[in-house]
């Protein structure tokens, strides 16, 4: 197994474990469903880096099917099921500075997984900020940097139950 589908298992046991949060509402939060988009924008040296992205989306109660997209990137399914889909998109070197991604159907969970990789030497450490939406709304943002040379995958974990929340690992 590669590191990339080992982040990718790493990333769907912290996106089960989001949904199972003993919370008193997880009863409530189960039945929540929402198209998620998330806009990235990438720092001003952003041809200097190439990405890695995975991107899952979790149903609590089921429901996804094999005809599942994440629109505005072209991505590879790689576990496709009701309840989980992962899917796995390069953008090498990265071809603008604003990215968007969004869910062709309404989810409880999304996940984005980036491994930036520098693609000259010497290049400054890329920053990212990511945007959620549910709904056209602005719910949560997160500035991440990626430092050269360091492939060290950063997860962030979406929860539609608690849209001003996002779980970082």
Same mark, same amino acid.
């Given at each position: 197994?590669?590191?990339?589908?080992?982040?990718?298992?790493?990333?769907?046991?912290?996106?089960?474990?989001?949904?199972?949060?003993?919370?008193?509402?997880?009863?409530?939060?189960?039945?929540?469903? #929402?198209?998620?988009?998330?806009?990235?924008?990438?720092?001003?040296?952003?041809?200097?880096?190439?990405?890695?992205?995975?991107?899952?989306?979790?149903?609590?109660?089921?429901?996804?099917?094999?005809?599942?997209?994440?629109?505005?990137?072209?991505?590879?399914?790689?576990?496709?099921?009701?309840?989980?889909?992962?899917?796995?998109?390069?953008?090498?070197?990265?071809?603008?500075?604003?990215?968007?991604?969004?869910?062709?159907?309404?989810?409880?969970?999304?996940?984005?997984?980036?491994?930036?990789?520098?693609?000259?030497?010497?290049?400054?450490?890329?920053?990212?900020?990511?945007?959620?939406?549910?709904?056209?709304? #602005?719910?949560?943002?997160?500035?991440?940097?990626?430092?050269?040379?360091?492939?060290?995958? #950063?997860?962030?974990?979406?929860?539609?139950?608690?849209?001003?929340?996002?779980?970082?690992?």
């Amino acid at each position: 197994m590669n590191k990339f589908n080992q982040l990718l298992v790493i990333a769907s046991i912290l996106l089960f474990s989001a949904c199972g949060k003993d919370t008193p509402d997880v009863e409530d939060s189960k039945s929540v469903k #929402k198209v998620v988009e998330v806009k990235m924008t990438f720092g001003s040296n952003y041809p200097s880096y190439g990405t890695n992205f995975g991107l899952q989306v979790a149903s609590i109660d089921g429901g996804l099917n094999s005809n599942f997209r994440f629109e505005g990137i072209t991505s590879t399914p790689s576990i496709v099921d009701d309840a989980s889909i992962i899917h796995q998109a390069e953008m090498s070197p990265i071809s603008s500075s604003s990215q968007s991604i969004k869910t062709s159907t309404p989810v409880s969970i999304f996940s984005i997984t980036t491994i930036a990789t520098n693609l000259t030497e010497n290049t400054t450490p890329l920053t990212a900020t990511y945007e959620f939406y549910i709904d056209g709304k #602005k719910t949560v943002e997160k500035s991440l940097i990626f430092q050269p040379n360091d492939y060290a995958a #950063k997860v962030l974990i979406f929860n539609v139950s608690n849209p001003s929340e996002l779980i970082e690992n």
